[in-house]
């Protein structure tokens, strides 16, 4: 299988994506941002699809959409708790209209119909070493600015009140939040293709959260299940028929559905009440 | 003016073709449920449980061509299953986001298998039958499944109108309304069931990806507009209506805009300038526009 520069590639960008997508959707998923992640990232397809049709590079689309689209959800109004309507209604019509557009983009350009599903969903084949380089630029420079600001970002994620309160910026953490996830997404989606990117984002990162509630381990496991999810699919996509991002999204489900029920499991064992996530 | 005039003329032979017809037949049934539904789904916060039927529409609806029977089965069963078992998973007839995303990211990998299974077993069966799915293919619609597409929205809009009251009641205060005997997890079961049945309803005329805005932009508008509950409901209808009359309209007279896109353009048009009035009003006011369900922090 290695013998192959194409599955070397494969397994370069998938462990590079899985990565940061393990990172970035840890604090997604703590966040409850997971409808801003996922339109997010399909933002990233008319991006992309813009970008085909005025003869320029993908990659611009898919950044230049994604980092737009997250400045534009951070400007909605925002509260957390149970009343967002408000939000998520902002959050959903651009989602829409994003998809909306990238088919618009998608009929005048003619002919590019069967690109389509590869923008949609994505291929781990015929990544060039350039695109690898560039994914381990990106992914660097996200990680870089999660270490850097993740322990603020973790107390305005985890209370934002109190957090306010000791002079966290909450806003602005909101704000750049937002962004490395548009940037992360951007990145990721040209591997898995925009409706995809969402697994590696939601799954392993809540899997991990289920398992333990301290956050550094939770963290680390969130990155170390992605890693796996993302060569195990890589490895039995190479052998069978079917999709990569089938058997991403796969396993990936196979991991949070283990690791729920392995915990409603141990709290009727202890007989006490299920860690909060 | 020679453009113009021309385009009149286009607009006068419209309803004469048999497509535009079905169209129209379709199209205004499924945008009058979907404004209705999509009020209560913006009022209760459940926007990303639509995004996750969504999915759940192009998965059933590949399935079944994959199978090889038709596509509205596969559509309704998926999106209604989707609709009732999110409910039942969640607290009160409500899913958690996380449940919610997991769920649905693992559907959309099915869908990516059928769409696999459906272009390589079946040589007639290309990519563009994912991308109809997808980005709905309304000019396309037979006689028989425009009509049977509006009477399937007209009883969903019987209905809703039917619970309309009682879920109003469990979506504005579920504590007080459980209290007074309102059965709030029925109710949200149904109604996540009624959003299904609209979203595979919607998937026929926009396609999967595209419904979530038809659902939510018009609703998002008139909660805008107006905080009077039953004013915003039927304002709700009425321009998810306008964007659907409009949108197919426009597809007409340009042809190169896909009518999926127009809808939704106008839709998006709609939602941004009653955000932007109602923002000056306030402006304007000096206070906060007291909106049900709507709640805003920002210092402006």
């Known amino acids: ?277 | 003016m020679i453009a113009f005039a021309a385009n009149t003329t286009g607009l006068g032979d419209m309803l004469g073709h048999p497509f535009m017809r079905n169209a129209f037949v379709a199209g205004t049934a499924v945008a009058v449920a979907a404004g209705l539904v999509g009020y209560f789904l913006v009022l209760r916060s459940q926007v990303f449980t639509g995004d996750a039927l969504s999915h759940a529409a192009f998965t059933g609806a590949l399935a079944a061509l994959a199978i090889g029977i038709d596509a509205r089965l596969g559509l309704f069963a998926a999106t209604v299953a989707a609709g009732v078992a999110m409910a039942l998973l969640g607290h009160r007839g409500r899913a958690n986001d996380v449940v919610i995303g997991n769920v649905f990211a693992w559907i959309l990998g099915l869908g990516v298998l059928f769409l696999t299974v459906y272009t390589t077993s079946r040589s007639a069966g290309n990519g563009a039958a994912g991308v109809n799915v997808l980005f709905g293919s309304i000019f396309g619609l037979s006689t028989s499944q425009a009509r049977f597409a509006a009477i399937v929205a007209a009883g969903l809009i019987i209905i809703v109108v039917a619970i309309g009251r009682p879920l109003l009641f469990a979506s504005l205060d579920e504590s007080v309304a459980s209290a007074r005997g309102v059965p709030v997890k029925a109710l949200g079961v149904g109604f996540l069931g009624i959003v299904g049945a609209t979203a595979a309803e919607a998937t026929q005329a926009v396609g999967a990806l595209l419904l979530l805005g038809l659902l939510a932009a018009p609703a998002g508008a008139s909660l805008r507009i107006t905080t009077h509950p039953y004013r915003a409901l039927w304002l709700s209808a009425a321009l998810s209506l306008s964007a659907m009359w409009g949108g197919l309209t426009l597809s007409y007279l340009a042809p190169s805009v896909p009518p999926s896109f127009a809808v939704l353009a106008i839709a998006t048009g709609v939602y941004v300038m009653a955000v932007a009035s109602s923002s000056v009003a306030r402006q304007i006011d000096g206070r906060r526009v007291p909106a049900i369900g709507v709640t805003k922090t920002s210092g402006a």
């Open chain 1, 1 to 277: 299988m290695f013998a192959y520069h194409f599955m070397v590639n494969a397994f370069r960008a998938g462990t590079i994506v899985a990565v940061a997508g393990g990172a970035i959707g840890w604090f997604m998923v703590l966040r409850r941002q997971t409808f801003a992640g996922h339109t997010l990232a399909v933002v990233g397809f008319p991006g992309a699809a813009g970008a085909v049709w005025l003869g320029s590079s993908a990659a611009w689309g898919y950044f230049g959409f994604c980092g737009f689209a997250s400045l534009l959800i951070a400007a909605l109004p925002h509260r957390g708790g149970e009343q967002r309507s408000d939000e998520s209604a902002g959050i959903g019509i651009i989602q829409a209209f994003a998809l909306a557009s990238g088919y618009l983009f998608v009929s005048l350009y003619r002919g590019f119909l069967n690109g389509v599903n590869a923008l949609l969903f994505g291929s781990f084949l015929g990544i060039t070493d350039t695109q690898v380089l560039v994914l381990l630029v990106v992914a660097l420079a996200a990680l870089g600015a999660l270490v850097a600001g993740g322990r603020r970002l973790l107390f305005a994620s985890i209370d934002a009140d109190v957090a306010a309160a000791r002079g966290v910026p909450v806003r602005t953490q909101s704000v750049l939040f937002l962004l490395l996830l548009g940037l992360a997404v951007a990145e990721i989606s040209q591997i898995t293709g925009t409706l995809l990117v969402f697994s590696l984002l939601v799954m392993p990162a809540s899997t991990a959260q289920s398992l333990t509630a301290r956050p550094a381990l939770s963290l680390a496991l969130s990155v170390m299940i992605a890693i796996a999810i993302t060569w195990a699919a890589i490895t039995v996509a190479y052998h069978s028929q079917y999709p990569v991002g089938f058997w991403i999204a796969t396993f990936g489900f196979a991991c949070y559905v283990g690791a729920t029920a392995a915990r409603h499991w141990n709290t009727r064992l202890r007989g006490r009440a299920p860690i909060p996530t």
